[in-house]
């Protein structure tokens, strides 16, 4: 918490720029949901028959993961793909089911002899609507806003995962750092500007009828406890049983991986598994295997050694895998021999661009950089072998600041043109599945990335079998065969336990 006031001040820039970026989505979305929802509420209250079909709507919108919802979106033309677009999009459908029931109730709750003395005066529907109606509703109809506001607040986190920006772009960046600081220095924020637009729209609401006033804690307390409780801990959770827990990061080899060693112990090792893949970043997945909370994953020499042991790249695979056994070994962790394939950080272009300009290496895009927009995942634009150093070494200068977004959402982003760089995986499948190139590291900047499988050094011990099995894996993976599964799994779309299998086999 000390360090949280000088993360602040030195972000002060940034903080304030994302900050705008959240206010701008929940500002324009809730807008936009009032400027729909309020005259669908007032046609559906008019329209009993009507209400119905259409708040059951409303509710299904509601019931669709707000992250599954922007992934939906991303390849709809006009209304879809990365950055604020997209993100004002689901959080304009969010808002409407609050605002739209809130009228109704609202319309509903009039007294009709008000209205039946409204008709005797000769008031027509229309000026009795604006006279009479509305202004008696409008402290319901504030209230829905509210409740659509303060939802936007929390919501809006989520848009980080697809370049909207916001301050959830520091919760990722936090999570994936497994970073407390960075990830309360978006959540404080995020909650206290949740309690800032509920707290003012209650006040509204107030001021429009005070025997509407409401006395109850205001909804944006819970949406602060949700935020800041985020942060409170980023642990896997408890374990189960007293199987092997085998754990993973959150992309596509990374799941295939996590399954073939799954595999690979329930078959040659005689031990149950307990799979607790998916987890998120680099080092989360290492917090879990030091805490105990998972017994085994595979890591990348590479990545282990600048991003967890934080040491100097060093482009000797041998020198850098040494270091990083030795290493994990003083903290009880054993590196297995690698499993055959370096999956190195690949810079990505869209492949007719690649034959268009001629492109072979990232020395040659950097000449064209200045024109293009680049997309990143959270850990490389704060890795010491990501980002920065990348574009010190290149002398890479975009059009624009990077778009931060989920790892797995970068290639479609560039193969629908809405970022022109990535950095990837070597042996992604998308790269052949979407035609991306991969450019040639000519300067050397990234250092080898040899897949190892890492492990409790406890666990091996009291089960040898699962270490023997494991061992079955060591160089029997090409960079072909991983590529291979990952296009299995991304473009063909085969379930992933069967291609292990098949691959086992």
Not at 104 to 112: E, F, H, K, Q, T
Not at 228 to 250: E, F, I
Not at 274 to 295: E, H, K, P, S, V
Request: net charge positive.
């Amino acid at each position: 918490m000390l360090s949280l006031p000088r993360f602040w001040s030195s972000h002060r820039g940034e903080l304030a720029t994302l900050l705008a970026q959240h206010v701008m989505l929940v500002g324009l979305s809730t807008i936009a949901a009032v400027a729909v929802a309020v005259p669908l509420g007032i046609f559906a209250a008019r329209r009993p028959r009507l209400a119905a079909p259409l708040t059951g709507i409303a509710n299904v919108v509601q019931t669709i993961p707000s992250l599954a919802m922007f992934g939906f979106l991303l390849p709809v033309p006009l209304v879809g793909g990365v950055g604020a677009r997209a993100a004002l999009v689901v959080l304009f459908l969010y808002g409407l089911l609050p605002i739209v029931r809130t009228t109704i109730a609202g319309l509903r709750s009039i007294d009709p002899s008000i209205v039946e003395a409204g008709v005797a005066m000769g008031m027509t529907d229309r000026e009795l609507l604006r006279i009479v109606q509305l202004p008696l509703a409008l402290p319901s109809i504030i209230a829905g806003i509210r409740v659509a506001a303060v939802v936007g607040v929390g919501s809006a986190t989520i848009a980080a995962a697809i370049g909207a920006g916001g301050l959830g772009e520091y919760i990722y960046r936090g999570l994936s750092m497994v970073d407390s600081t960075v990830i309360l220095a978006g959540a404080i924020p995020a909650a206290l500007l949740a309690l800032a637009v509920d707290g003012l729209l209650l006040w509204l609401e107030a001021s429009m009828s005070r025997r509407h006033r409401r006395s109850a804690i205001p909804a944006a307390v819970a949406m602060a406890a949700v935020a800041l409780g985020v942060a409170g801990s980023v642990a896997v959770g408890a374990r189960t049983s007293a199987s092997v827990v085998v754990g993973s990061k959150n992309f596509t080899e990374q799941l295939v991986l996590g399954e073939l060693v799954a595999q690979t112990i329930e078959r040659w090792g005689g031990v149950s598994v307990d799979r607790r893949l998916n987890l998120g970043g680099t080092l989360i997945c290492d917090r879990a295997l030091t805490t105990g909370d998972i017994d085994v994953y595979v890591e990348y020499t590479g990545t282990a050694l600048t991003a967890v042991f934080h040491q100097p790249a060093d482009t000797d695979p041998a020198a850098v895998y040494d270091a990083v056994r030795d290493r994990y070994a003083r903290t009880g962790r054993t590196l297995l021999a690698p499993l055959g394939f370096n999956n190195t950080f690949a810079i990505l272009v869209r492949g007719v661009d690649a034959r268009r300009l001629n492109l072979q290496t990232i020395d040659d895009a950097a000449q064209v950089a200045a024109r293009w927009r680049a997309g990143f995942g959270y850990e490389f634009l704060e890795r010491p072998d990501g980002f920065p150093g990348l574009a010190k070494a290149y002398g890479l200068r975009f059009a624009e600041a990077p778009r931060v977004m989920d790892l797995t959402l970068t290639y479609r982003a560039l193969a629908t043109g809405q970022v022109d760089v990535i950095a990837g995986d070597a042996t992604a499948g998308l790269i052949k599945g979407l035609d991306l190139f991969q450019l040639a590291d000519n300067r050397r900047y990234f250092p080898p990335y040899d897949a190892a499988i890492v492990a409790r050094s406890n666990m091996l011990l009291r089960y040898p079998a699962v270490r023997e099995a494991l061992e079955r894996l060591s160089g029997r993976i090409s960079a072909a065969d991983m590529r291979a599964m990952n296009y299995a799994a991304d473009v063909e779309h085969r379930d992933i336990a069967a291609i292990v299998r098949e691959f086992l086999r």
